[in-house]
């Protein structure tokens, strides 16, 4: 099993950008596929972006050009920097290692307009 925490959350004006870190402990996280979701009130939770080994990416139409996956398999860490932030950015943010399964916690994301 392997663990997940996520952090780098906050408020932010739109425009504004932050940074969300996902740490992960228990597995060989080099071989792993990780991702990032996130969650509006009252919706469903939604796919953000995924980096595997090696460092290949996609990402969501809407956060394409604005927010950026990576990786260092050194500190078994997966990051993701969002720029441009919008009000429609706000969620809960998870973390999420597509191996196990498993699932952060989740950090918020609050974007004023």
């Known amino acids: 099993q392997v663990q997940l925490v996520e952090s780098g959350g906050g408020l932010v004006q739109a425009g504004g950008s932050l940074r969300l870190s996902c740490v992960a402990s228990g597995s060989d996280f080099s071989i792993n596929t990780m991702a990032w979701y996130r969650q509006s009130p009252g919706k469903q939770r939604e796919f953000v972006a995924q980096?595997?080994?090696?460092?290949?990416?996609n990402y969501a139409e809407s956060v394409k050009g604005r927010f950026t996956i990576s990786r260092d398999d050194a500190k078994n860490t997966v990051y993701l920097q969002m720029n441009s932030l919008k009000p429609e950015d706000t969620a809960v943010y998870y973390c999420?290692?597509?191996?196990?399964?498993?699932w952060g916690r989740g950090t918020q994301v609050s974007v004023s307009s």
């Open positions: 999420k290692d597509f191996y196990w399964g498993s």
């Open positions: 980096i595997r080994p090696g460092g290949i990416t």
